[in-house]
């Protein structure tokens, strides 16, 4: 096991797959020389030239499209959108073509492009680049989400999206890219559909996916303190997904906190709250609890940025008032 | 004006006053009629027929509620229609948009699973699951009818793209109307189709309406080749109610992508006879306009041609519009006697993979 970065996992993946197959290409705004807004890209464009990874103008929609075009035709284009905030532009493109056009066509041609691109909150960026849209994609059928929160996952899993016939989206988090941590020497995939048990416990179920993982972990790990046990569920994948390894862990803690950085209201931690009730009802001690960003245009100063996220804290309060009284201090 | 890098040709007699005017002008290619292309000649005029008496048909099927959804017709433009198709190559890609039977007719697709589309059947190109804007069919490289105005832009500029990436000679080749032209995708498109000099045609079918609003309306250039000087594109305007202006415009362009790698937006100035869709009855033009139009007729103005020179006569011109009249009836029984789509097909091909990954996807 080598210890490196969400950022050169990503980059690993990238490589080795064009290496693989001559028919994956990149392309995106300022992803060659440049190596990428976030230098996920750095060093392709030597390696590969300009054919292969392929600069574009600030065209999102032509972008996405042009990705969805040369996938209909046989090529394995990697987009890349600077960041989630300006795929709005091309939501067009992606719900409309990539979704829709195994199905409408009657499954004559698979779409196998992959959309990569950072979402997130917490640098200060402000209203319009603090966003989380990860919902709004895995609401449609016939696309792929998936929401890598380790080193490890961010590179099986591109590797997975890569190899996939069909459009995924997938989404990483502006503050995973220098998070760190073991990812194998050989050559594996991480299949989408399935969650993971990031870590195990008794007493509460805490759900999240991408950067909030990293979050439950550290609520997780105060709880630990006060000798609350927390079984901590990565989901990994929101279309496909995987709704029974945290059913499964619910019925065993008999209560869950889902935690999202998207807004709390029609978010991606409604829809697991409400099949998380459908799944094991019978089993639930306590209504299932959401701990979200709050609902409003993220704002630049910083202590109101840092009261509007979601914090390792709340998810411990949150916690603590749902829990029996003997676990209250 | 000159419009660099690729020298543009601009049909001089079609003037912008005059296209929209719709007066006749004298045919280019002319010269075109000769004998030796007798058999390809009367190809194009039978299939501009087939265009006019399937839609004609499919109209029918409408209003008997065989054909549910939106519907909208290629009567008027089957020159346009003919004409582009007619000087692509087999291994050559089109993206369509939603006014599209006639482009996947021409294209060889056949009639009947067009009609069975239309009818949301499952013998239909598209299996029941498109309808009238979203005929598909991989064999014929005819990929797809597209029901959002520009949308598909971007896809035939990414097509384009793995031409040239894949070493291979085939060309792509985007429809879409004067409308689209309004729109951000259109000029996503243009730019980097030019930049990265993929081998595109951009047809714009300039039917001189967006739904119910003149070009006019819509834009300060009416002209809407002029709109590629701003990518510094090759562009040309043509006469869209004549096939063999439209061939050999459409010719130049294919020429220009297969062998310079270069695109072209060329624009076919053109009428629709019916509303924008089956529930327009296009209450935007005065009678005199459409009935303006219908004198200019693409396949009576052809049909004379053809007569003219000789490649055709009376007798030979019942023979095609009875065996296109046997062909559409045809298609019509097909489509009719086919089943529809099992229930239990309903939630197919949503994802392209196998059995066992559906069981991870689920609905």
């Known amino acids: 096991m080598a210890k490196i970065t969400y950022r050169e996992a990503l980059r690993q993946a990238l490589r080795e797959e064009m290496q693989r197959d001559p028919s994956v290409f990149l392309l995106g705004e300022d992803i060659a020389q440049f190596g990428g807004a976030y230098k996920v890209t750095q060093g392709l464009y030597d390696e590969f030239g300009p054919e292969r990874v392929k600069d574009t103008p600030i065209s999102e929609e032509a972008i996405v499209g042009a990705g969805i075009g040369a996938a209909m035709v046989g090529l394995r284009p990697v987009a890349e959108i600077m960041t989630i905030n300006f795929i709005l532009v091309a939501i067009d493109q992606i719900i409309n073509n990539a979704a829709k056009i195994s199905y409408m066509f009657g499954g004559q041609v698979c779409v196998p492009v992959v959309i990569r691109t950072p979402q997130g909150a917490g640098h200060q960026l402000g209203a319009q680049h603090s966003q989380n849209f990860d919902v709004y994609f895995a609401y449609v059928p016939g696309l792929k989400v998936v929401c890598p929160a380790t080193p490890a996952d961010a590179k099986g899993m591109l590797k997975t999206a890569i190899r996939d016939n069909n459009p995924v989206l997938f989404i990483e988090n502006l503050a995973l890219y220098n998070t760190v941590g073991e990812v194998p020497e050989e050559e594996y995939l991480v299949p989408f559909g399935k969650a993971r048990i990031a870590r195990e416990g008794r007493d509460i179920t805490i759900v999240a996916h991408s950067r909030m993982v990293l979050t439950a972990m550290e609520a997780a790990d105060k709880l630990a303190k006060e000798g609350i046990e927390a079984e901590v569920v990565d989901l990994r994948t929101l279309r496909p997904l995987d709704i029974q390894t945290p059913a499964e862990s619910v019925r065993k803690t008999t209560r869950a906190i889902v935690v999202g950085e998207d807004w709390r209201s029609y978010g991606v931690s409604a829809e697991i709250a409400a099949t998380l009730q459908e799944e094991a009802f019978d089993y639930l001690d306590a209504p299932i609890a959401r701990v979200n960003t709050a609902g409003i245009p993220m704002p630049y100063s910083k202590p109101l940025e840092s009261a509007a996220l979601p914090h390792a804290d709340k998810i411990v309060a949150t916690a603590k008032a749902m829990l029996p009284r003997r676990f209250r201090k | ?363």
């Open chain 2, 1 to 363: 004006m000159v419009m660099k890098p690729a020298e543009p040709r601009r049909a001089p007699e079609l003037s912008a006053e005059s296209a929209v005017g719709g007066s006749a002008q004298s045919p280019p290619g002319a010269g075109f009629l000769t004998p030796d292309r007798q058999a390809q000649l009367l190809h194009w005029y039978e299939q501009m027929v087939l265009i006019r008496q399937f839609e004609e048909a499919a109209a029918e099927m409408y209003t008997r509620a065989k054909i549910g959804g939106y519907l909208h017709l290629n009567i008027g433009e089957e020159a346009t229609v003919v004409g582009s198709m007619g000087a692509l190559a087999p291994q050559d890609y089109v993206f369509s948009n939603y006014r599209e039977h006639g482009h996947a007719i021409v294209r060889g697709v056949s009639p009947r699973a067009v009609m069975a589309e239309l009818f949301g059947k499952a013998t239909g190109t598209s299996k029941g699951r498109g309808g009238s804007m979203h005929i598909f069919d991989v064999e014929k490289r005819f990929l797809g009818g597209y029901g959002i105005v520009g949308g598909a832009l971007p896809l035939a500029v990414g097509a384009g793209f793995a031409m040239t990436y894949q070493s291979s000679d085939a060309i792509v080749m985007s429809v879409f109307g004067d409308g689209s032209t309004n729109i951000g995708a259109f000029h996503e498109s243009l730019n980097m189709a030019e930049l990265w000099k993929t081998p595109v045609v951009f047809l714009c079918v300039n039917n001189l309406y967006a739904m119910g609003k003149s070009v006019a309306e819509e834009t300060p250039v009416t002209e809407i080749w002029r709109k590629a000087c701003a990518y510094d594109m090759a562009a040309e305007r043509v006469d869209g109610m004549d096939l063999l202006a439209v061939y050999e415009a459409t010719t130049r362009a294919a020429d220009r992508a297969r062998q310079d790698r270069r695109p072209t937006l060329l624009e076919a100035v053109t009428y629709r006879y019916r509303g924008h869709s089956m529930a327009d009855a296009g209450t935007y033009r005065t009678a005199e306009e459409v009935e303006h139009w219908r004198r200019r007729d693409p396949i009576v103005t052809f049909r004379g041609k053809l007569i003219s020179v000789g490649l055709i006569d009376e007798a030979g011109v019942d023979e095609i519009d009875k065996r296109v009249e046997e062909i559409v009836t045809d298609a019509v029984e097909f489509a009719d006697q086919s089943p529809f789509p099992d229930l239990s097909t309903l939630y197919d091909f949503i994802y392209c993979e196998s059995a066992e990954e559906r069981e991870v996807t689920g609905g």
